[in-house]
């Protein structure tokens, strides 16, 4: 990750795809973590191509909405790609419409997915205490480019 995160602007966006309800608390323990399962399931059953195949566009991208709270509350994970409203959904794809907001955008390198976590214990500890507040609206998670993510934070 780079040292500071650049503030960034983003457009609205609809995003299709796999959706769990989770838990940081329950992230950090493999007995009860989602996340890897929902990640593991997009890949095997190829639903970037599913995807495509239905008029999704762009860089896989995870979104983190729905939040209970902040940090310690429950929050929904999505993970897809950017559709258009005339896109024919099917089940088990849901969608989530990212409003356009102000963000932070921080930039992981490395392998995955260590350097995802690693990014967002970079994003907990420069929020802890610091102003802007996140606004726990929508989170986003670009994997536009091998080997690099971006996560852009809502402020």
Known sequence: MSSEPEPRRA???????????????AEFSPATAKIPALW???????????LERIGGFGPVTAVYSAYESDVSGS????????V???AT????LQVVSAA?????????????????????RDV????????PARAYTYDLEIYAEA?????????
């Open 89 to 92: 959904l099917v089940e088990p």
């Open 147 to 155: 080997g690099a993510v971006e996560i852009w934070v809502a402020v």
């Open 100 to 120: 356009p907001g102000s963000y932070l955008m921080f930039r992981c390198v490395g392998p995955l997915p260590q350097a995802v976590i690693d990014g967002w």
């Open 40 to 50: 593991g399931r997009f890949a095997s059953e190829r639903w970037a191509d599913k």
């Open 124 to 131: 907990w500890a420069y929020f802890s205490g610091r102003a």
């Open 84 to 86: 258009s409203e005339t």
């Open 11 to 25: 457009e609205g966006k609809r995003i299709a795809g796999l959706a769990i309800r989770t838990t940081n608390a």
């Open 75 to 82: 929050y929904q994970l999505l993970v897809g790609r950017q």
